[in-house]
């Protein structure tokens, strides 16, 4: 471990000088890309990455990490790491190491990273106890207790156990911290140490079990992260510590969600001609007000909390074609997805557009995952399959990255078609009665908020 964990730690104690050497200034940029005159620029592998939204650079990163190849902090700052990490995947994949990725190869990326993530039920969370927000692998760790002192995640047998405490110290350092992280408990054996004057890390061996253990302090308060696994579950928890290192925030400034937006924009998908629409629930969430457009105001009369599907319903609105919800397999692995983009990405217009997205399993579930993501506006969208079926509704989520969350970027999931089926008949709606076509029995969703 101390190799993986070695790397992670330079790139968190050397952030802003990895920035600067990872991303030259315009004129070093164009230096580097120079050639001989009446030869063509060539773009460099980091050129490509800093092109890209920081978003979907951290989320490479994360995916990456997961996948064992990136030991770097995952803070979407382009690195040479990350792109030897890159270049290492596709030689795994048994493909051209370009350190760029295509497509088909982001795509592979981002389904066997989630497919771990699953596994290991990653979630970020905001410990009640401590206040700190960190990652957790939920199915590694299902036991949890918490006290005054903070919160303990542990396996049904204890080979994994994570740690994060809490208390006060009259004028800690990190330094002392760390010596003392080094003597409790007795029998700890440190082989790799990192002070800095605002964190400090040590990993060695703890018996015959591997720890980990992060530091930091804020005035008197000290909080310490420790993660502690037997040797023969390294391969599964290592790339978890990377996950949770970039992940910890011991004094988040704001350790609730991010604030939702005062007007938030979605499509829904009208499934009875008396006003049912099925939409996203997330997005239809803490609203004042629900507009169905053009229609008028609309009630939330259901939720399904597990699937994030809500049921709207519009009263006294004339000429309603709703879709039948008939679909039960997609006929082959790509959608038509039908929906209505937010505002700002149509120029201020309100039109019906289509996007095509490729569908593949997420985990042990039944959602599915949809790429490329539609653009804003298009979660609670209908999904036609190649023999224009009903194939499910479209969502748009946070991914839950491993790095901090403020750009978390979006993914797309699929809610199957029996889902959507059920939710809405078990809601008194007759789910397969509708005959229009998606273009026409799609809606504009606006929740106003305040």
């Given at each position: 471990m101390r190799s993986v964990l070695t790397a992670t730690l330079i790139f968190v104690a050397t952030g802003a000088a990895a920035q600067a050497q990872s991303t030259p200034a315009p004129a070093a940029?164009?230096?580097?890309?120079?050639?001989?005159?009446?030869?063509?620029?060539?773009?460099?592998?980091?050129?490509?990455?800093?092109?890209?939204?920081?978003?979907?650079?951290?989320?490479?990163?994360?995916?990456?990490?997961?996948?064992?190849?990136y030991n770097g902090a995952i803070s979407g700052d382009v690195s040479e790491r990350m792109v030897e990490a890159i270049k290492e995947y596709q030689k795994v994949l048994s493909d051209k190491?370009?350190?760029?990725?295509?497509?088909?190869?982001?795509?592979?990326?981002?389904?066997?990273?989630?497919?771990?993530?699953?596994?290991?039920?990653?979630?970020?969370?905001?410990?009640?106890?401590?206040?700190?927000?960190?990652?957790?692998?939920?199915?590694?760790?299902?036991?949890?207790?918490?006290?005054?002192?903070?919160?303990?995640?542990?396996?049904?047998?204890?080979?994994?156990?994570?740690?994060?405490?809490?208390?006060?110290?009259?004028?800690?350092t990190t330094a002392k911290l760390a010596e003392r992280e080094r003597k409790e408990p007795a029998g700890r054996n440190v082989d790799y140490t990192v002070v800095?004057?605002?964190?400090?890390?040590?990993?060695?061996?703890?018996?015959?079990?591997?720890?980990?253990?992060?530091?930091t302090f804020q005035g008197d308060e000290v909080r310490i992260?420790?993660?502690?696994?037997?040797q023969a579950t390294e391969n599964i928890v290592e790339p978890v510590v990377i996950a949770?290192?970039?992940?910890?925030?011991?004094?988040?400034?704001?350790?609730?969600?991010?604030?939702?937006?005062?007007?938030?924009?979605?499509?829904g998908v009208i499934v009875s001609d008396d006003g049912a629409v099925v939409a996203d629930r997330q997005i239809t969430d803490g609203c004042l007000a629900i507009v169905i457009a053009p229609y008028g105001h609309a009630d939330r009369v259901a939720e399904d909390k597990d699937h994030d599907l809500a049921l709207l319903r519009v009263y006294g609105a004339p000429g309603l074609k709703p879709l039948a919800l008939a679909g039960d397999r997609l006929a082959g692995n790509g959608v038509e997805l039908t929906g209505i983009a937010d505002p700002q990405n149509q120029g201020g217009a309100n039109a019906t557009s289509s996007a095509k997205a490729q569908v593949s399993p997420i985990g042990v579930g039944n959602d599915l995952a949809l790429s490329p993501p539609p653009p804003p506006g298009f979660s609670g969208a209908a999904a036609l399959d190649a023999d224009g079926r009903f194939a499910g509704i479209a969502l748009l989520k946070p991914v839950a990255v491993a790095g901090p969350a403020s750009v978390a970027p979006l993914q797309a999931v699929l809610i199957p078609p029996q889902i959507v089926r059920d939710f809405a008949t078990s809601n008194g709606v007759n789910a397969t009665g509708g005959s229009a076509g998606a273009k026409t029995s799609v809606v504009r969703v606006i929740c106003v908020r305040k």
């Open positions: 940029r164009a230096k580097q890309v120079a050639t001989s005159p009446g030869r063509p620029a060539v773009q460099k592998p980091a050129d490509t990455a800093n092109a890209m939204p920081q978003a979907e650079r951290q989320a490479i990163q994360s995916d990456l990490a997961w996948v064992g190849q190491p370009t350190g760029v990725l295509n497509p088909k190869q982001r795509s592979v990326l981002a389904e066997t990273a989630r497919h771990r993530q699953d596994n290991a039920g990653w979630r970020i969370v905001t410990d009640a106890a401590t206040g700190a927000r960190l990652g957790i692998p939920t199915r590694l760790v299902p036991q949890q207790t918490s006290d005054a002192g903070g919160t303990k995640w542990s396996s049904a047998t204890g080979t994994i156990q994570i740690q994060l405490s809490r208390r006060k110290e009259a004028s800690p800095k004057p605002d964190f400090f890390v040590l990993s060695g061996l703890q018996g015959l079990k591997k720890f980990y253990v992060r530091g992260l420790t993660i502690l696994y037997d949770m290192s970039s992940a910890f925030n011991p004094f988040p400034v704001n350790a609730g969600p991010a604030p939702r937006k005062s007007v938030e924009y979605g499509t």
